[in-house]
């Protein structure tokens, strides 16, 4: 084995000799991705460093009466394995070939590096011990150079490293180090890319990113901005825009120091939408190359984009049951104490524990809720005997996020004020998937059967590049329904929630000074089914009641007309912008209000039926500001296509929305003329959503909305119903199909063979 590579040479089935960081990083340099040059002492190196200074005795005796649980046990020993590989002497041969290689990389002259911890079992598919080892930034000289590689191989025994392989069951002894030497990179931005989100997993890319060097933002000590990438359809679908007061720079005799960021750079956001969408699109490639999800490092040095690190995804479920947590059921009437971001799911309760720098480990109990401001790789044995993590900083890709979702236990992250909102022994219970902590203990419920048998259906299919959603009519079956292999709610009908908990006309309540009620029971009922798929999205389509069905309602008949014929009169849009309605439907506008921003559920979002014009539109959007309500990154407008004028008035209405579903149904109903409640006219055929006309109307929809850039998405029963309808709307282009819940896993199947058989096509008519 030789005992110095250069990077290029390594490939991922050399992790035995050069661990997962190096191996993984000549994977992707041979691959052809931008990776910055360098070469790596395998762990022929290790040992022959091992064995000239007899450090395995001085390992062994350490460890020999190791008490884990303590801190200073674990520091203890650390101090004394540490000492003894930084004091060692350097074998005359091998010091000779590693200062050889450093000056060939600089062409004769000494160059700036990063050395850099590569681990034997590091950066595996099931533990990707996270800011385990030690790195050094900006090393430029020759005896600088030989400590760092020294201080490399100690720190795989720094207390946290000991703490981590127990809790992973990995034997000390057969762990060895490899060390990377690399040209270094002093990025303007950089950060940190998901190829699936590790907390939903659901096929978006999660991109995070940060001014400077990537050390601040990956240790926690900054918040970075966070952007949601569809995968598929190469779009950003989100956006949290940090405000970045410090970067970490290379100083000017070489060590990290902090830098204050330009106030007018500080809250913008770090990266353009272009380079956004370029990352992307080469985090699909590595993930392609792989074969599987990946978490990847990168950094951008003027304009130049480089993949640093990239290893798999430690913490996906993967069918194994890992994830058959308890159902997090909340109370809509809990105090929620913090808010901040969702980053390793799950639900527990225990008391809080305040953590700041220079405490002792040994304050953390097991059962603990660890607030602190950041986590760091040192804090890890306290981590693993936390029931739950929550800090004031910190993004999706930080240290806390990472450990906590390889621990399986709820984290919250970039909370801002939680270690002084929230007090040492003060009972909580964090919910990690909603990104909220409330006050008191709740209890855990026992999942349902229906629930466990749902969840391990879904593991058998497919993923499609169409979205796949479920429609939902009964709030009580949203538990179960969150279970389906779905990427949210494509149809909640808010009628539903009159039927179910109000049984009682808006109209009638609001006259008897009953609007709080109203408001209270709607959102109540929002929330309940916003709970259960967050934070996948919920379009709430609003009431859509004719006016026979209202007026059947209890106080209905003061308040409805009777109408010749209700199916085509004063319903949707018509009702909300009319002085006898207008309150009621600010009571539902309200209640969205409450659910979104009193209980945190940013999920919700909102659909109007039965739209006839453009004006319309733009007075309920008017209506929804008046109760703070505005479409933005996390809050969005659809228009149910239904009426036939939104098919010829595409490019109009896509301008006052944020996306269309088509209703299938009144939209046959409509361009056919024929009464779907009619037996006559379905038996004869008349209404049939298979009908060429209606496929052109749909077809045309999508044309003209994705020249818009608005997507499209279907909730009609149409593709519950009929398989070649699906292939239809796959090869139209549309963006989402919700179903039925009944028909999900089989659509799904549908869906898949439908791509499928395009991709087939395609590859054939370009060979």
Same mark, same amino acid.
Request: charged fraction near 25%; include cysteine.
């Given at each position: 084995?030789?005992?110095?590579?250069?990077?290029?040479?390594?490939?991922?089935?050399?992790?035995?000799?050069?661990?997962?960081?190096?191996?993984?990083?000549?994977?992707?340099?041979?691959?052809?991705?931008?990776?910055?040059?360098?070469?790596?002492?395998?762990?022929?190196?290790?040992?022959?460093?091992?064995?000239?200074?007899?450090?395995?005795?001085?390992?062994?005796?350490?460890?020999?009466?190791?008490? +884990?649980?303590?801190?200073?046990?674990?520091?203890?020993?650390?101090?004394?394995?540490?000492?003894?590989?930084?004091?060692?002497?350097?074998?005359?041969?091998?010091?000779?070939?590693?200062?050889?290689?450093?000056?060939?990389?600089?062409?004769?002259?000494?160059?700036?590096?990063?050395?850099?911890?590569?681990?034997?079992?590091?950066?595996?598919?099931?533990?990707?011990?996270?800011?385990?080892?030690?790195?050094?930034?900006?090393? *430029?000289?020759?005896?600088?150079?030989?400590?760092?590689? &020294?201080?490399?191989?100690? *720190?795989?025994?720094?207390?946290?490293?000991?703490?981590?392989?127990?809790?992973?069951?990995?034997?000390?002894?057969?762990?060895?180090?490899?060390?990377?030497?690399?040209?270094?990179?002093?990025?303007?931005?950089?950060?940190? =890319?998901?190829?699936?989100?590790?907390?939903?997993?659901?096929?978006?890319?999660?991109?995070?990113?940060?001014?400077?060097?990537?050390?601040?933002?990956?240790? $926690?000590?900054?918040?970075?901005?966070?952007?949601?990438?569809? &995968?598929?359809? *190469?779009?950003?679908?989100?956006?949290?825009?940090?405000?970045?007061?410090?970067?970490?720079?290379?100083?000017?005799?070489?060590?990290?120091?902090? %830098?204050?960021?330009?106030?007018?750079?500080?809250?913008?956001?770090?990266?353009?939408?272009?380079?956004?969408?370029?990352?992307?699109?080469?985090?699909?490639?590595?993930?392609?190359?792989?074969?599987?999800? %990946?978490?990847?490092?990168?950094?951008?040095?003027?304009?130049?984009?480089?993949?640093?690190?990239?290893?798999?995804?430690?913490?996906?479920?993967?069918?194994?049951?890992? /994830?058959?947590?308890?159902?997090?059921?909340?109370?809509?009437?809990?105090?929620?104490?913090? &808010?901040?971001?969702?980053?390793?799911?799950?639900?527990?309760?225990?008391?809080?524990?305040?953590?700041?720098?220079?405490?002792?480990?040994?304050?953390?109990?097991?059962?603990?809720?660890?607030?602190?401001?950041?986590?760091?790789?040192?804090?890890?044995?306290?981590?693993?005997?936390?029931?739950?993590?929550?800090?004031?900083?910190?993004?999706?890709?930080?240290?806390?996020?990472?450990?906590?979702?390889?621990?399986?236990?709820?984290?919250?992250?970039?909370?801002?004020?939680?270690? &002084?909102?929230?007090?040492?022994?003060?009972?909580?219970?964090?919910?990690?998937?909603?990104?909220?902590?409330?006050?008191?203990?709740? #209890?855990?419920?026992?999942?349902?059967?229906?629930?466990?048998?749902?969840?391990?259906?879904?593991?058998?299919?497919?993923?499609?590049?169409?979205?796949?959603?479920?429609? +939902?009519?009964?709030?009580?079956?949203?538990?179960?329904?969150?279970?389906?292999?779905?990427? @949210?709610?494509?149809?909640?009908?808010?009628?539903?929630?009159?039927?179910?908990?109000?049984?009682?006309?808006?109209?009638?309540?609001?006259?008897? @000074?009953?609007?709080?009620?109203?408001?209270?029971?709607? *959102?109540? $009922?929002?929330?309940?089914?916003?709970?259960?798929?967050?934070?996948?999205?919920?379009?709430?389509?609003?009431?859509?009641?004719?006016?026979?069905?209202?007026?059947?309602?209890?106080?209905?008949?003061?308040?409805?007309?009777?109408?010749?014929?209700?199916?085509?009169?004063?319903?949707?849009?018509?009702?909300?912008?009319?002085?006898?309605?207008?309150?009621?439907?600010?009571?539902?506008?309200?209640?969205?209000?409450?659910?979104?921003?009193?209980?945190?559920?940013?999920?919700?979002?909102?659909?109007?039926?039965?739209?006839?014009?453009?004006?319309?539109?733009?007075?309920?959007?008017? %209506? %929804?500001?008046?109760?703070?309500?505005?479409?933005?990154?996390?809050?969005?407008?659809?228009?149910?296509?239904?009426?036939?004028?939104?098919?010829?008035?595409?490019? /109009?209405?896509?301008?006052?929305?944020?996306?269309?579903?088509?209703?299938?149904?009144?939209?046959?109903?409509?361009?056919?003329?024929?009464?779907?409640?009619?037996? !006559?006219?379905?038996? =004869?055929?008349?209404?049939?959503?298979?009908?060429?006309?209606?496929?052109?109307?749909?077809?045309?929809?999508?044309?003209?909305?994705?020249?818009?850039?608005?997507?499209?998405?279907?909730?009609?029963?149409?593709?519950?119903?009929?398989?070649?309808?699906?292939?239809?709307?796959?090869?139209?282009?549309?963006?989402?199909?919700?179903?039925?819940?009944?028909?999900?896993? #089989?659509? !799904?199947?549908?869906?898949?063979?439908?791509?499928?058989?395009?991709?087939?096509?395609?590859?054939?008519?370009?060979?």
């Amino acid at each position: 084995m030789k005992r110095i590579m250069s990077i290029k040479d390594l490939g991922v089935n050399d992790i035995p000799i050069a661990g997962g960081k190096a191996a993984n990083l000549g994977e992707l340099t041979s691959a052809g991705f931008d990776v910055p040059p360098g070469f790596v002492l395998t762990t022929e190196s290790y040992d022959y460093y091992l064995k000239h200074n007899n450090l395995a005795t001085v390992i062994e005796n350490a460890l020999a009466d190791l008490d +884990v649980s303590s801190d200073t046990s674990l520091q203890n020993a650390s101090a004394k394995i540490r000492k003894a590989f930084e004091e060692g002497e350097m074998p005359k041969d091998l010091e000779a070939s590693i200062l050889e290689m450093y000056k060939k990389m600089g062409k004769g002259k000494y160059p700036l590096v990063a050395v850099r911890s590569s681990a034997t079992a590091e950066d595996l598919p099931t533990a990707s011990f996270a800011g385990q080892q030690d790195t050094y930034l900006n090393v *430029s000289e020759p005896e600088s150079l030989l400590l760092s590689v &020294k201080k490399c191989w100690s *720190s795989l025994f720094t207390p946290r490293a000991i703490a981590y392989r127990v809790s992973k069951h990995f034997e000390h002894d057969k762990v060895k180090l490899a060390v990377v030497v690399q040209r270094m990179v002093n990025s303007d931005i950089s950060g940190i =890319m998901f190829t699936i989100d590790p907390n939903s997993e659901l096929p978006h890319i999660i991109i995070e990113a940060g001014y400077g060097l990537g050390e601040a933002l990956v240790g $926690g000590k900054v918040t970075p901005d966070t952007y949601v990438v569809d &995968k598929f359809h *190469s779009k950003i679908l989100n956006r949290r825009i940090s405000n970045q007061t410090w970067k970490l720079v290379r100083g000017e005799s070489g060590e990290c120091m902090k %830098m204050d960021v330009p106030e007018e750079l500080a809250k913008k956001q770090k990266m353009t939408d272009e380079q956004i969408l370029r990352l992307a699109d080469v985090g699909n490639q590595i993930e392609m190359h792989y074969g599987r999800p %990946m978490d990847i490092e990168w950094a951008m040095e003027d304009g130049e984009m480089y993949i640093v690190q990239a290893r798999p995804v430690t913490t996906l479920n993967n069918g194994n049951g890992k /994830e058959e947590k308890k159902e997090e059921k909340l109370e809509a009437a809990r105090n929620i104490l913090v &808010k901040g971001l969702g980053a390793s799911p799950g639900k527990a309760c225990g008391p809080v524990r305040i953590y700041s720098e220079g405490m002792s480990l040994d304050v953390v109990r097991q059962g603990d809720v660890l607030v602190t401001q950041m986590t760091t790789p040192d804090m890890v044995p306290a981590m693993t005997r936390a029931i739950a993590i929550v800090t004031d900083e910190g993004g999706m890709t930080c240290h806390a996020a990472i450990v906590a979702r390889e621990l399986g236990i709820p984290c919250i992250v970039g909370a801002n004020e939680a270690t &002084k909102v929230l007090k040492d022994g003060m009972g909580v219970t964090v919910h990690g998937q909603m990104g909220v902590v409330y006050e008191g203990l709740e #209890k855990e419920e026992e999942k349902p059967a229906v629930v466990a048998s749902a969840a391990a259906t879904a593991v058998a299919t497919p993923i499609t590049a169409t979205k796949i959603m479920v429609n +939902v009519g009964v709030p009580q079956k949203a538990e179960e329904y969150a279970q389906l292999p779905v990427q @949210g709610v494509g149809l909640m009908r808010i009628e539903f929630l009159f039927t179910s908990y109000i049984q009682e006309h808006p109209c009638a309540l609001i006259e008897q @000074g009953r609007e709080d009620e109203l408001v209270e029971k709607l *959102s109540q $009922g929002i929330a309940m089914v916003a709970k259960a798929f967050y934070p996948r999205p919920i379009i709430l389509r609003t009431s859509d009641f004719k006016t026979n069905e209202y007026h059947d309602m209890k106080g209905g008949a003061k308040y409805e007309p009777k109408e010749q014929n209700p199916m085509i009169g004063w319903r949707g849009c018509s009702r909300y912008v009319s002085d006898s309605y207008r309150a009621a439907f600010l009571a539902e506008l309200k209640a969205v209000k409450k659910a979104r921003d009193e209980m945190g559920l940013k999920n919700v979002w909102v659909m109007l039926p039965f739209v006839r014009t453009v004006d319309e539109v733009k007075k309920i959007e008017r %209506m %929804m500001n008046d109760v703070g309500l505005y479409r933005g990154n996390d809050f969005k407008l659809y228009l149910m296509a239904e009426v036939p004028v939104i098919i010829f008035m595409a490019e /109009e209405f896509a301008e006052v929305c944020d996306g269309f579903s088509i209703g299938s149904n009144d939209l046959t109903q409509l361009t056919m003329g024929a009464d779907r409640d009619s037996d !006559i006219l379905g038996r =004869m055929g008349y209404f049939d959503e298979r009908y060429p006309a209606i496929k052109r109307a749909i077809a045309h929809l999508i044309k003209h909305a994705h020249a818009k850039g608005v997507p499209v998405g279907i909730c009609g029963q149409a593709p519950s119903v009929y398989p070649e309808f699906c292939e239809f709307l796959v090869r139209a282009g549309i963006d989402s199909i919700s179903l039925n819940a009944d028909t999900v896993v #089989k659509t !799904i199947n549908h869906v898949a063979a439908a791509e499928q058989r395009m991709i087939l096509e395609s590859i054939r008519k370009n060979l």
